[in-house]
């Protein structure tokens, strides 16, 4: 049962049918830990859906970001989102930077560097986002992670694509001047450190400026089992 399979199947699944299902899959360790972890997430999520507020101090074992399927899998295991850097669901290094500039002043919102930190307020986790706030200098920052996985629309489902919103406003009445920066390193497309990446930048027929990244091998499907990164694409 692949990952992807039991994150759709929470969505639908009774809880005796979760729990019959969880004990008779075989999975190795990690596949169950993580398992367990959406599962968490979920029943958190479900509360907010229904109508309630956010669980105060609610935060799943491992909160998701890029979880657009098993080999793209990127989670901050950390209270902070400064805390550690970004990796796969497996451990594996998946670094993400983020920082803002607020009137010459540089803050870091994700990952890690020698940047001051942006005060972390508040983490909420949805069946579909993560949204993070952060406040600094006057300025208030709502960073979302968006994967739309819904299981009543199978085209937008199996697009392959996390959304990244940042929001900033200003929290004591002033102008302020902002800047905003977020990079991902080369480990994101691969599955091992030592394959060679390649990028490039080009232009969309829509006329968005788009940068992309991958493996010069492109070795589809070349590798199997469990905790494998996406190396191809």
């Known amino acids: 049962m692949s990952n992807l399979f039991v994150f759709a199947a929470l969505f639908s699944l009774p809880p005796s049918l979760l729990v019959m299902m969880m004990k008779t899959s075989i999975m190795t360790m990690r596949s169950l830990l993580l398992c367990a972890s959406l599962f968490v997430v979920l029943c958190g999520a479900f509360a907010f859906v229904a109508g309630s507020a956010p669980i105060s101090g ?38 993400m930077t983020g ?19 942006m005060t972390q307020k508040s983490v909420v986790v949805t069946p579909t986002s993560t949204v993070y706030t952060f406040q600094q200098a006057g300025v208030q920052l709502v960073v979302t992670f968006l994967t739309p996985m819904l299981p009543s629309s199978l085209e937008l489902m199996a697009r392959p694509i996390t959304y990244l919103t940042l929001d900033a406003s200003s929290t004591d009445g002033k102008v302020h001047s902002i800047e ?17 990446v390649t990028w490039s930048r080009q232009m969309s027929p829509k006329g968005l400026n ?8 492109q070795n589809i499907f070349g590798v199997s089992g469990d905790g494998v990164g996406l190396n191809w694409g």
Do not use: C
């Open 58 to 95: 609610f935060r799943p074992p491992a909160v998701p970001l890029v979880v657009m399927d098993p080999y793209m899998s990127i989670w901050s295991f950390a209270n902070q989102l400064t805390d550690t850097n970004t990796t796969l669901w497996d451990g594996d290094q998946k670094p």
């Open 99 to 117: 920082l803002i500039r607020i009137d010459k002043e540089v803050f870091r919102w994700m990952g890690q560097s020698s940047a001051s930190l």
């Open 180 to 196: 905003l920066y977020y990079d991902v390193t080369g480990l994101i497309a691969v599955n091992q450190g030592f394959e060679q």
């Open 210 to 217: 788009v940068a992309r990244i991958g493996t010069t091998a």
